[in-house]
């Protein structure tokens, strides 16, 4: 790292929030130094998050419909199986591609890149120790933090990554489980349960609260949590693990109701498994392998940040002002280490919107219009606000929505659970949240989230010319329906 004195920005951490923050330096014009201590760049999302999950999603997702899908459509075939190490070879490859890119990113922009984990010498010095062995010292006018986020383990839940896996694990099962338990309803523990579920292990879902994804409207949710017990996954809710046992062949857990629980909207419609909630005895639970994801923490552990005074606030995060800068003049941070969604795409608008402000020009994210998408089958997407919340705002508002069963597209194909849900100002129209649950409703979301932007009005989606046949006809039926009525309705 010879000649990396005169940084003008030192990234730490090579994720979607250090890596875009780092090449977006380089192309305004400032000499750039990343630090990556994994020896490959992309962060969690590259290598054990996003994009491992979504391979597997999609692998998963084919044999799923193979079994399932194929015979309606007129495909037959008289053999099928699930060949495990090449499913996992897929997806390494799809990893090990993308890092390799962005490598290549950084030399095309020049970004300086070193290979160690980095610690705060000084606010703007940092002391790097190598993986080829030995130490560096690497000074920067502008020190960015963008050391991310880690697995959050339970009290008394040990992670060996073999029978109690984290999400990492999860993504690198040498054999399909036969029982496979999921701690955590939360996106990714769904994400992974489909996974596993489809190529055919039986899963259930344990969760503390009284909802699965909690940020979820909560009519869609509804509809989302049965659709995944359709797909035979079980949910207990209000239920927590008081109990691991792995000394036998199988993990045995014990479970007990989640005293006191939280609020809950949901109790009348959804089917809760019956055994733990009865009385409040403890049950347990049999498992091959227990996937816990009950969160995710921030990561700056060895960073040093109290040799140079900067602040994290009780859940470990970093604050920072509306420049991203922390406590301490110079020192900056992004991504899933300070407060706000633990997302790739926030992260790196925040590197994006922190480069911006070092180099003198403004920078701006829009934390309300972060979309959220879950990848099962369908898929969940959302922007804005969900009905709760623009109840809880007092704000008078109108609902459109429209059934993927009556959109042509979806009933051409057989893949016609879901909806589209569009909320509206009352007075204005102007749109306040949009909730898609459909096959490619992560790639859906897009309309609503660009109309957003721009302020618009449902009226002004409803008028804008949608291609027949194709599931974005949806949106703008829904659109149609919150002022007005639809037509296919
Ligand atoms: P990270 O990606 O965590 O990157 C931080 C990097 O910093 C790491 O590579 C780490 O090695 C490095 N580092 C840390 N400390 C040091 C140090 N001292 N010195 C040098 N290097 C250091 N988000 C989505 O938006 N969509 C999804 O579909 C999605 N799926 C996910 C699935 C799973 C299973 C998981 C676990 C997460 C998923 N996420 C998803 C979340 C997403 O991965 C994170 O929000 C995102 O990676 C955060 O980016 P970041 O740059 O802030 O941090």
Redesign the pocket.
């Known amino acids: 790292a010879s000649g990396s004195d005169d940084n003008d920005v030192v990234v730490?951490?090579?994720?979607?929030?250090?890596y875009v923050a780092a090449i977006k330096a380089a192309q305004l014009g400032l000499k750039t130094t990343c630090?990556?201590?994994?020896g490959a760049l992309?962060?969690?999302?590259l290598?054990?998050?996003?994009i491992p999950?979504?391979a597997l999603l999609h692998s998963s997702h084919m044999y799923h419909e193979a079994v399932h899908a194929f015979p309606n459509h007129g495909v037959k075939f008289s053999q099928l199986e699930v060949d495990l190490p090449a499913m996992m070879a897929q997806k390494d490859k799809a990893v090990s591609g993308l890092t390799r890119g962005i490598e290549g990113l950084f030399k095309k922009n020049k970004v300086n890149y070193v290979k160690?984990?980095?610690?705060f010498a000084a606010p703007n010095e940092i002391s790097v120790e190598t993986l080829e062995g030995g130490n560096t010292v690497i000074k920067g006018k502008n020190i960015i933090i963008?050391?991310?986020?880690d697995?959050k383990s339970l009290p008394g839940v040990t992670i060996d990554e073999k029978k109690i896996v984290s999400?990492?694990g999860a993504?690198a099962l040498s054999e399909i489980p036969k029982k496979l338990v999921v701690i955590g309803a939360g996106?990714?523990g769904l994400?992974?349960g489909s996974v596993w579920g489809r190529l055919g292990s039986e899963v259930t879902v344990v969760e503390f609260a009284s909802d699965i994804v909690p940020t979820m409207d909560g009519e869609v949710r509804k509809q989302f949590q049965r659709m995944l017990e359709k797909q035979k996954m079980k949910f207990m809710l209000k239920t927590k693990v008081v109990g691991v046992d792995t000394s036998g062949s199988a993990v045995k857990l014990t479970l007990e109701p989640a005293a006191g629980g939280e609020q809950t909207t949901l109790e009348a419609d959804v089917v809760l498994v019956s055994e733990p909630a009865a009385g409040g005895e403890q049950t347990t639970l049999e498992a091959d392998v227990v996937l816990v994801s009950a969160g995710?923490t921030p990561?700056t552990a060895?960073?040093g940040l109290d040799a140079i005074g900067v602040e994290t606030d009780k859940l470990g995060r970093i604050p920072v002002d509306h420049q991203f800068m922390t406590n301490v003049k110079g020192v900056y941070a992004?991504?899933?280490?300070i407060p706000g969604p633990?997302?790739?795409?926030?992260?790196e608008e925040d590197g994006v919107a922190c480069v911006e402000f070092i180099a003198g020009k403004e920078g701006h994210v829009d934390y309300d219009l972060v979309p959220g998408?879950v990848?099962t089958h369908p898929e969940v997407a959302s922007v804005g606000k969900t009905e709760e919340q623009v109840k809880a705002a007092g704000v008078a508002y109108r609902v459109g929505k429209f059934p993927f069963m009556a959109n042509s597209r979806a009933k051409a194909i057989d893949d016609a659970e879901g909806l589209v849900k569009i909320l509206a100002e009352k007075e204005t129209d102007k749109i306040l949240g949009v909730h898609i649950m459909a096959p490619n409703a992560g790639e859906l979301i897009h309309e609503a989230v660009l109309a957003m932007q721009y302020g618009a009005s449902s009226e002004d989606i409803a008028r804008t010319c949608h291609a027949h046949p194709t599931m974005s006809e949806a949106v703008k039926e829904a659109a149609m329906a919150t002022y007005d009525k639809p037509i296919h309705m």
């Open positions: 730490i951490g090579g994720g979607p929030g250090g630090i990556e201590k994994r992309g962060g969690t999302c290598n054990v998050g996003c999950s979504k160690g984990y980095g610690k963008a050391t991310g986020s697995v999400s990492t993504l996106y990714i994400e992974m995710r990561f060895g960073l992004i991504g899933d280490v633990m997302l790739a795409h926030k992260a998408v990848y």
